[in-house]
């Protein structure tokens, strides 16, 4: 081999093993997902490739390194696209690849093996991998609703390099049966020139697409509680905020719910704090229920949910903390083969000119429920300034006239 092209593949096995090894602490250190450590075991495969070309001379015979080569790039090329499929959960490709990779092997084989044949040897894996690599950027890009940055980056890199590959692939092909200098020489220029920067960028792109998606998994974490699923304190008060703002721009209805669960205390002292954790489940799951996507739901202490509601006015808060007040009353808890009762309180507020934040509704909405606690419990009640005395001596909401 040329020194300089020795230099380069030596690089691009370096950088496929740090690769490998990135991927690998990942998947260690980061959930364990599947993709990640397919990923890793993709990356030794270029790894090994890479090796055999600058230890080609170690093979007993040219065939057998010709086979040990292709083998690496097939299995790389496989692996990729498994991890792509992975990580985007894609159910339109089977999930066996192997036999479409040990069918490109047998055709790389059979023209080393049997029927010699250099075009036909050298064609088969760079259009295995163009073909692969559009179908890993198609399953990026369709993966959600709203591609990240990093995905369009990694999937545009992906769909470059495939056509690199796709013009290996020609070239290759048109060696011949025995390979004509000229085009061996264009070959390797071609190769030397796109494959290393192509693969290299590549692969820190995915590795940037991978980091967006731990980045976003530890953001949803910071926000959610890990018990109930649902927003914690902090999501609330983040997701509320940019609610409570558009609300007050737009001149639009805007209801805050606080409640939490009775006698939550009792639970926990007399069933122990697994049959505590269960009924938070069991409550949160009942409050959730049929909510809208534009609704704000969370876990924001102990026993105490919060619940906003864009759009919403007093009225129609209330009758919702009434039907989930209800609710919660008839729908027990089940305990192995008894059913615990449960039942809530509930504190309503809605959105005033005097409010110059969520907290001054979070707050009003928070009295409200501590009322209804003094109460007696398993009720809804307003903040003061938001009721009046009703003729027949009841408090009633200021908007309903």
Known sequence: MVTPFLYIVFSLAV???V????FFMAWRNFGRKPHALTWSAAFLAATLQWLSVIHADFFPTTEMFQLAENGFSTALVTLGLR???????CTWLPSNLWPYALAVYSIVAWHILVDPHTGLRMAPVPAYA???LILSAIMIIRYRERTRPAEWAAAISIVVVAFTQVAASVLAFMHGPVGDESIVAAYLHFNFLTLPAGYIGMSMLIMMMMTSDISAKMKKMAIQDELTGLLNRRGFT?????AFSGARRAGTDLSVIMTDIDRFKFINDKYGHAAGDDALAHFAKLIAESRRSEDVIARVGGEEFALLLPGTDLRSAMAL??????KIGSTPMDMTSIGLPMTSSFGVAAI????VSLDDMVTRADRAMYRSKR???NQVDLESSQLMLALDGTLKPVTSG
């Open 375 to 377: 109460a007696g419990r």
């Open 83 to 89: 991890g792509h499929c992975q990580r985007t959960e």
């Open 352 to 355: 005033s000119e005097n409010d």
């Open 15 to 17: 950088t496929s093993a």
């Open 238 to 242: 983040e997701y509320g905020t940019r």
């Open 130 to 132: 163009a073909i692969t």
């Open 19 to 22: 690769m490998s090894l990135a």
């Open 321 to 326: 903390a009434d039907q989930l007040c209800s």
